[in-house]
């Protein structure tokens, strides 16, 4: 039996995934004591953003709707952050610039962004009550880091009956070895397309050279 993952104005969504200055600005990391590799700096920097601005921008010109989610706490003090966060003693403060999605990426008009504390949007938000109000039944879903926030929102999308798109060279992890295991485990639970594939199901100018 043949699904539709199409993603079609109306019917489908892009879900960026945590492409915030939190883990995609290195100063800014830094400075919240969010350490990464060497590895993740250089995909996030050469292949992960300007894909992601590529698959935005096409989402945009075909009418699907772009959601964005935020690691980002409903307090300054964090009150209400998951016990995992409050465990391992991680803050991201409501309104600090750790919460704001890179420049290069960022929510146009009313666009809808979504402050999480937890790995799983799904869990820890009302994304799926957003989702059903518009008419989504796709999803296509790419950003940081790829084992854990990413692949949470994958596997709990498609649990939840959407018809989930992952595209591996949006995603990145500390190391190739955490991305290609995602990629490959995510099979089982998504179409596994990459960014030119999806630009021209976008329907995308030029996508043959993205």
């Not at 420049?103 to 059903?132: C, H, M, W």
């Amino acid at each position: 039996m043949g699904y539709d993952f199409s993603l079609s104005a109306g019917r489908a969504a892009l879900l960026v995934v945590d492409l915030q200055r939190g883990f995609c600005d290195r100063k800014v990391s830094e400075a919240l004591g969010f350490a990464s590799s060497d590895h993740f700096w250089y995909r996030v920097d050469d292949l992960v953003l300007p894909n992601a601005g590529k698959l935005i921008k096409a989402a945009r010109e075909a009418g699907v709707e772009v959601i964005y989610t935020v690691i980002e706490a409903l307090t300054e003090d964090g009150r209400d952050r998951s016990l995992d966060h409050k465990r391992s003693d991680f803050l991201i403060p409501k309104g600090s610039p750790g919460g704001e999605v890179m420049a290069q990426v960022a929510p146009q008009g009313d666009e809808i962004v979504i402050p999480k504390t937890a790995s799983g949007i799904f869990n820890a938000t009302n994304i799926e009550y957003i989702l059903r109000n518009l008419g989504v039944e796709r999803l296509c879903v790419f950003g940081v880091y790829s084992h854990q926030c990413v692949e949470s929102a994958v596997r709990d999308a498609s649990d939840r009956g959407f018809l989930v798109t992952l595209v591996p060279d949006a995603c990145a992890a500390k190391s190739e070895e955490q991305e290609a295991t995602t990629a490959e485990g995510m099979k089982a639970y998504a179409r596994v397309a990459t960014t030119v594939e999806v630009l021209k199901e976008l329907g995308a100018k030029g996508a043959s050279a993205a």
